[in-house]
Structure formats: structure tokens, C-alpha cells
């Protein structure tokens, strides 16, 4: 179905396809390593084994983002990723220059983008109700500076953009915050107060083992060891490796 080919250093994925009016072409996408081509090599095969396959053919950024989030983004992202990243393309991108057209985006048209944001009002934060800042902050465009750069360099790979115009954009400067994160004294104040036990276990799980969300919900029984070996030896309640829900591996040394 597929064929790799090696051209100036790069290495290309060569395919065919039928396009609306059933025409037969070829299409090449460049790759920087062999590793990379190989990978997009399989899952055209895997796509048009199982009749999902998708040709990229872009004309605008609206379409670009489908395409992107489609073939890149739910294979890539983890779910809270996922969620991030879909809302900012829908309340950032599309709708100020999902209508732009490819061949019309460089680097100085993604710099003044940039300072179009700082002018746009922030969007309501839908668990609160409320917005973070008035206008777009700086550190908001530079998370939607680094999903960008990622679609723009996979419209690169598809050979739907000459050059990635995101690589050398100026992103205004952004003041990192310190994290404010609870005392001893206040997470014990929350456990006296908590009501819900299920909730308190995960507040004890996230300090006692600096758990994250996705750990802490993927954990399942078979993942405490409890069995009488473990009680004899003074190791029950040991939690013993796994995989979480979105994939990502964890070995817990936490002891009941």
C-alpha cells in the first residue's frame, strides 16, 4: 500500500489514494528519520486495512486542525491534552484564522496573531463561570503557541506547508507564576473536614505519593497487594506497578 522512499536526506512515505471524483494519485509526505516514516507508514496500511483512511488535503487552518486533531492528536494526547487543546482551537484559532489559507501563513503573519490575542477577551471558564484574566495572557498563547508549532510542522511532514512559519515567531513574554500548593497544615484541615471517603483517600494517595489524577483513577484492586505473603512479610497495602488509563506506567513504594 505504502512504500518509503529516501529523498535529500529525508526520508518520504509514498502512497495512492482515489480522490472525490475517483481519480487515482500519489502522495508524498517527508519525514526527518527513517523511525518517524516507518511509524505513519504503518498506520496508512493499518487506516486502509480497516477502511478509515484519511488523505490530508488542507486549503485553510480550520481544515488543517481537523486534520491535525483527527490523524495526530487522538493517537498523541492524553485525555486532559486532548480537552486543552480542542478548546483553545475552537476559542482561539478558528475562529480569529481558521479561514486563512495555507500558503498565506509565515512568520510575520503568526506574530501578529500573537498580538491579536493579547486584544482578544479571555473566554469563561466553564467550571467556574468566570474568566482567568480579561484579555488573553501571555501564558495562554504560549501553550497555543506550542500547539502551532506541532500542527504546522505535521502540515510540514504531510508536504501541505513549505516550512513550519511557527519555528522562529516571536511569542510575547510570558512571567512564570509560582505554584501555590497546600501546607501540612492545610491538607489536614481538608481531611477533618471531608466528608466523602473516597474523596479523602485520593487526597491521601496525591500527598502521600504525589499522585496524579490519571494514576490515582486508574488504580484498580490487583494493583494493592494483599495477599497473606505480603501481610506475613509487613508489606500489605504496597501498591505494585501499573498502567494508568491513558497509558503512562507508575511504581508506587507506598505501604498501608
Not at 484559532?93 to 500558503?103: A, M, N, R, S, Y
Request: charged share 30%; proline share 3%; aromatic share 10%.
Amino acid at each position: 500500500m505504502a512504500s518509503l522512499v529516501e529523498r535529500n536526506g529525508r526520508y518520504c512515505v509514498v502512497y495512492s489514494y482515489k480522490d472525490k471524483t475517483g481519480k487515482r494519485r500519489q502522495k508524498w509526505e517527508t519525514y526527518k528519520t527513517m523511525q518517524e516514516a516507518k511509524k505513519r507508514k504503518k498506520e496508512i496500511e493499518y487506516r486502509a486495512d480497516v477502511g478509515q483512511m484519511v488523505v490530508p488535503h488542507c486549503k485553510n487552518v480550520k481544515e488543517l486542525m481537523e486534520e491535525y486533531i483527527t490523524l495526530y492528536g487522538k493517537e498523541a494526547w492524553a485525555l486532559s491534552t486532548y480537552s486543552s487543546n480542542v478548546s483553545m482551537i475552537n476559542n482561539y484559532i478558528v475562529p480569529i484564522i481558521g479561514g486563512d489559507k495555507l500558503e498565506n501563513i509565515n512568520t510575520r503573519f503568526i506574530e501578529k496573531y500573537y498580538q491579536r490575542l493579547l486584544r482578544t477577551p479571555a473566554v469563561v471558564n466553564p467550571a467556574t463561570g468566570k474568566r482567568q484574566s480579561e484579555y488573553v495572557s501571555p501564558a495562554t498563547i504560549r501553550d497555543i503557541h506550542k500547539l502551532l508549532r506541532s500542527c504546522f510542522q505535521q502540515a510540514v511532514k504531510w508536504e501541505l506547508m513549505p516550512k513550519n512559519p511557527a519555528i522562529y515567531a516571536t511569542v510575547p513574554k510570558y512571567k512564570s507564576a509560582k505554584r501555590e500548593i497546600w501546607t501540612a497544615e492545610t491538607l489536614m484541615h481538608a481531611l477533618e473536614v471531608c466528608e466523602d471517603e473516597r474523596l479523602k483517600l485520593a487526597l491521601n494517595l496525591a500527598f502521600s505519593c504525589s499522585m496524579r489524577m490519571g494514576e490515582m483513577l486508574g488504580l484498580t484492586w490487583d494493583c494493592v497487594d494483599i495477599s497473606d505473603e505480603a501481610i506475613e512479610e509487613g508489606r500489605a497495602g504496597r501498591f505494585r506497578s501499573f498502567t494508568d488509563q491513558y497509558g503512562y506506567g507508575c511504581v508506587l513504594s507506598y505501604s498501608g
